[in-house]
């Protein structure tokens, strides 16, 4: 992935674009801190600061989510939805997060409450991007089902603790990062990042437990693919 004989640079930026799109990619695939990325990158001998891998990070990296958004397949017609609480600067916020059957994350939103009005923000925001689901499968938090009957009163919800593992199981990846950076600064930067993280996790993450081992190769080697012409195709 990483080819420092490609001098293809975009205007404005001293290294390749090959170095500029592993860099993030490592940075977004592993739970590695900037400076990891920088040591990475100097023992294959390209000699780049952590600020500027930052700086990386934080201008391109929605390119590539805009690009992994809109290439993905549509999504599965069952979705999870659950709520995390997560602590920016000594208080609590709450990550609310949907994915669908495949386990891929739909949308996300930060809020300061997990009351009906937070659920039904987030329900609008999910369904103006994806439409109407088939089912809704939540916790028993009681917000979800009073939202979900004023905007969705036709979907099917399930409420059962057991049935939304899957959800659960996707704010991993999101404790890992918060504990490398030493915890969101604000609201806004955990919105940014993880707007930028899910997106390009979707790509890079394939489904191990749900593939064959030739299956998760091949869908490895095409998400390789996709990432590297994305990288070609950067902009300043």
């Known amino acids: 992935m990483l080819n420092i004989e490609d001098l293809s640079r975009i205007k404005g930026f001293r290294f390749p674009l090959s170095v500029i799109g592993y860099a993030v990619w490592a940075y977004h695939r592993f739970a590695l801190s900037l400076r990891d990325v920088e040591d ?26 805009a690009k992994i958004r809109r290439d993905r397949s549509a999504p599965a017609d069952k979705w ?63 917000s979800y089902g009073a939202a979900k009957e004023q905007i969705a009163p036709d979907v099917e919800h399930r409420q059962h603790k057991g049935l939304n593992n899957r959800s659960e199981a996707s704010h991993r990846h999101t404790r890992r990062r918060e504990k490398i950076m030493g915890r969101f600064k604000s609201p806004r930067q955990a919105q940014r990042f993880l707007s930028v993280h899910d997106q390009i996790a979707n790509l890079i993450r394939p489904k191990r437990h749900r593939l064959s081992a030739r299956s998760y190769r091949h869908a490895r080697s095409d998400a390789f693919g996709l990432w590297a012409g994305y990288a070609a195709k950067l902009t300043a």
């Open 40 to 65: 990475l990158l100097a023992e294959r001998g390209v000699s780049v600061s952590y600020e500027t891998i930052r700086d990386w990070a934080n201008r391109l990296g929605h390119q590539f989510a």
């Open 80 to 142: 999870h939805l659950d709520e995390v609480v997560i602590r920016i600067k000594g208080r609590s916020h709450w990550l609310w997060r949907a994915v669908d059957a495949k386990g891929d994350v739909l949308e996300f939103l930060i809020q300061s409450r997990r009351n009906k009005a937070a659920a039904l923000r987030f329900l609008r925001k999910l369904m103006k991007r994806w439409g109407q689901p088939r089912v809704l499968v939540t916790d028993k938090l009681r």
